[in-house]
C-alpha cells in the first residue's frame, strides 16, 4: 500500500512568491490533515479535510494560506504572498477515520529567502 | 487551551541504556496521548500511544507512563539501539474528534 506521498520535497523561493505543495493520502482516507514545523518548535495544525469538505481551518495563519482538495482526493495548499516566516516543513497527513491512526508523509521543507 | 511541554531538546544515550522523554500537559481534559518518531527524511510515524484511562502501556522495548494528577507523561526506551536515533514528539488531545497539540520534539542521539 503506497502511503502518504508529498510534493515537492523541498521549495526554496523568495518573499513575495507563491508556492504550490501538493499532498496524495492513502488511497481510500476520507480524512486529510495539513501540519506545519517552524524550526525546532512544535508541530502546528493547520486545517483538516473530511473529504473534499473543510472540516476545522482554525489553525491557519492568516488569508495567504489557502487549501483545497477538489474531489476529495489529493490536496494543495497555496502561499500567496510567502513571507519569510512562512519557513517551515509542511506535512500532510491522512486517516481512514477519526478514531484510526494518522498517517504521515515525508514533509515539503519550505524556504522563504 | 492546550499547551504541551516536552524535555528535553536533545537527549544522547550510549547504546544499550534507557533513554527517558517526558512531557507536560495543561488541559485536564485532554484523554489520548499518542507519541510519534521522525526519522530523517519522513514523516512522524505513530509508535505507541496511551488513553486516559490506563497508566502504563508496554510495546517490546517501548513503553508510555502517565499521570493524570501532574498532568505528565512519559516515553521510555530500553535497551536502546542505533536505529532509535530519530527526532520524538509527543501530543495531548481532548479526544479523537479534536486536534492533537504537539510538543516542540526531542532529538534522541544514540552513542555506539
Known amino acids: 500500500e503506497a502511503g502518504v506521498t508529498q510534493f515537492p520535497s523541498h521549495s526554496v523561493i523568495e518573499k513575495g512568491q507563491t508556492v504550490t505543495l501538493r499532498c496524495d493520502p492513502i488511497s481510500g482516507h476520507d480524512n486529510l490533515y495539513w501540519y506545519r514545523r517552524v524550526m525546532g518548535k512544535e508541530i502546528k495544525f493547520l486545517l483538516h479535510f473530511v473529504k473534499e469538505s473543510k472540516q476545522d481551518e482554525s489553525g491557519m495563519p492568516n488569508n495567504r494560506f489557502l487549501a483545497e482538495r477538489t474531489g476529495g482526493t489529493y490536496s494543495t495548499l497555496k502561499v500567496q504572498p510567502a513571507e519569510l516566516e512562512d519557513s517551515g516543513v509542511y506535512f500532510c497527513a491522512s486517516s481512514q477515520d477519526l478514531d484510526s491512526g494518522r498517517f504521515f508523509g515525508p514533509g515539503t521543507r519550505l524556504t522563504v529567502l | 487551551g492546550e499547551n504541551v511541554e516536552q524535555h528535553p531538546s536533545t537527549l544522547s544515550v550510549q547504546e544499550g541504556d534507557s533513554a527517558v522523554i517526558k512531557c507536560t500537559y495543561s488541559d485536564s481534559a485532554s484523554n489520548y496521548f499518542p507519541w510519534y518518531k521522525q526519522e530523517l527524511g519522513k514523516g512522524p510515524q505513530l509508535i505507541i500511544d496511551?488513553?486516559?484511562n490506563v497508566g502504563e502501556k508496554k510495546d517490546q522495548r517501548i513503553a508510555v507512563t502517565l499521570n493524570k494528577t501532574a498532568k505528565h507523561f512519559s516515553l521510555h526506551i530500553t535497551e536502546t539501539q542505533p536505529e532509535d536515533s530519530a527526532v520524538y514528539f509527543c501530543?495531548?488531545?481532548?479526544?479523537?474528534?479534536?486536534?492533537?497539540?504537539w510538543g516542540a520534539g526531542t532529538k534522541l542521539i544514540i552513542k555506539p
Open positions: 501530543a495531548a488531545s481532548p479526544g479523537s474528534n479534536y486536534q492533537l497539540i
Open positions: 496511551i488513553r486516559s
